[in-house]
């Protein structure tokens, strides 16, 4: 069954094509990477898919609905979830706080005024638990955010996003900036995903593209360049030439 | 700790009846600019959303509750209810406008919305009275028992007792969980839609609600002065509320009441010294708060319990 999908999905910032007539299946449960050098349009993509950013042309499909007319937080309720490549945090929560407010928003209670956050204790207690399971030391917990290591607080980028228990997961370069100290829980966190979660990965890090991904779509100026499982993508002469920088060779 | 003073603040507040019963009409004043301020801490302080002109939800209550009353209904907590309602329907109707774009849209739309009502409201003195203000508001005593006297004493506990009440519930709503949704707004605007959050409804909700709130403060302003003058839609009043806001600390509901109690002692005691004075010395206690941040008084106080205590 197919989990996303887009047509012909195209994007201008003015009179640049920043995506171009993008064409992508992913079936449900899918590991799939899309990779590309800067600027390829892969962040421009991931607006399309969540909704951040509205198409110039082509649609956008979840789970079988067509999703194209539908705002951010519309497609969140079907399913959506995003990580952010800049992290979008909340500098003065903790990241109890802020998972709790992510959970309350996946269980539709955001709208209620009549009873303190305090009194939705199993919610706060499965912030906990999800933090826990990131491995989130309890001071870090009870931390503000914007004082979090910034490994921590990009692993808090996508606990927000899990906390949503999305039938698909976009990840936006979740490693993008960590040190290495600090990268393993990142890359963990990635490798721990439930399987049943279709995940969009966007990485730069090629060394967890490749472990990690099942098919993998090159991406340059905007345009699908390859697509296909990752032995495949790593031989093509025009991968290399456009995205590691080496001349093709024949 | 925390409860016990808040339980200090309240029964101080109640106790200045007796401490300083010379000044009964100007605290009665001053609880009603607090319920005010609230409304704009609210908005502004929990939500993040800018405004010049909340003057306007003030104004629209004063103007609703007098007309009510000079009408011949001067059942005070009907006129209430009437300046919530009616404001709450302009915050939702004038709502889409303010919340079109950003900050700077935000104060331009929100400052002429109530630049407009303040003209209508001089243009049509047949209803308003106009320049000459409101005049032959009849109060009928307060749940039918407490008459207003010529000493505000009256006045003194009503409008303590609707902040009062009124501050409850803003306690409650922002401990809630859409209280904690307002906040992640302002933290982060671009992170709620992508948490699931309608971002525009919650906002629509929280500007809605403090329209009614600074109705509610416009009401008791003229029921309390059997009054309204032009002066219930200023500028001044917005701005000032603003002003008031940032000295006592945003996004913190004391910090809402402790900057109205303050600038309105600080501008009575400092301005029968000399106008001059008192602005002076308002600018520099401003330049100094906003620079030490959005914590103003209440965060300055905490500061200082926490350097005491270690
Ligand atoms: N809001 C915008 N307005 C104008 N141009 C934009 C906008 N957003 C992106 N672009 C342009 O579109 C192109 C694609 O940008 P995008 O951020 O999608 O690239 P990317 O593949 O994510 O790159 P990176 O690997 O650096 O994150 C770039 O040339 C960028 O400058
Ligand atoms: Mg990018």
Known sequence: ?250 | MRLALEAAFWLLALASHWLLPEQLPLLGQVWIVALFVLSLDLLVGFAGVLTLGHAAFFGLGAYAAGILAQQGWGEPLSGLLLAALLAALLGLVTAPLVLHGGDLPALMVTLGLSLMLAEAANKLPGITGGADGLLGVEMWPVLGLFRFDLFGRTAFFYALAVLFLLFLLARLITASPFGLALRGIRGNARRMPALGTPVRARLVAVYALSAAYAGVAGALLAQTTQFVSLDALSFQRSAEGLLMLVLGGLGALYGALLGAVAFTLAHHILSEMSPLFWQFWIGVALVGLALAGRGGLLGLGALLLRRGRA
């Open chain 1, 1 to 250: 069954m197919t989990a996303l999908a887009t047509e012909g999905l195209s994007r201008d910032f003015g009179g640049f094509r920043a995506v171009a007539g993008i064409d992508l299946v992913l079936a449900q449960g899918a590991r799939h990477a899309v990779i590309g050098p800067n600027g390829a349009g892969k962040t421009t993509l991931v607006n399309l898919l969540t909704g951040a950013l509205r198409p110039t042309a082509g649609r956008v499909r979840l789970g079988g609905e067509d999703v194209t007319a539908l705002s951010q937080h519309a497609r969140v309720k079907r399913g959506l979830a995003r990580t952010f490549q800049i992290n979008q945090l909340f500098p003065e929560f903790t990241p109890v706080q802020a998972v709790t407010l992510a959970l309350l928003e996946r269980e539709g209670l955001t709208a209620r005024w009549w009873r303190p956050v305090s009194a939705h204790g199993a919610v706060v207690a499965e912030a906990r638990a999800l933090l826990d399971s990131l491995r989130f030391a309890p001071a870090e917990m009870r931390a503000a955010t914007r004082s979090l290591p910034y490994g921590r607080q990009r692993l808090l980028e996508i606990a927000l996003a899990l906390a949503l228990r999305p039938r698909v997961l976009l990840l936006d370069e979740p490693a993008a900036g960590v040190p290495p100290g600090e990268s393993r829980a990142v890359l963990d966190a990635v490798a721990a995903l439930p399987r049943d979660v279709t995940v969009l990965l966007i990485e730069h890090d090629m060394d967890l593209v490749f472990r990690f991904a099942e098919r993998i779509t090159v991406l340059a100026q905007g345009a699908v360049l390859v697509e296909g499982p990752p032995a495949e993508v790593a031989r093509d002469p025009r991968v290399r030439e456009v995205y590691l920088g080496e001349p093709a060779h024949g």
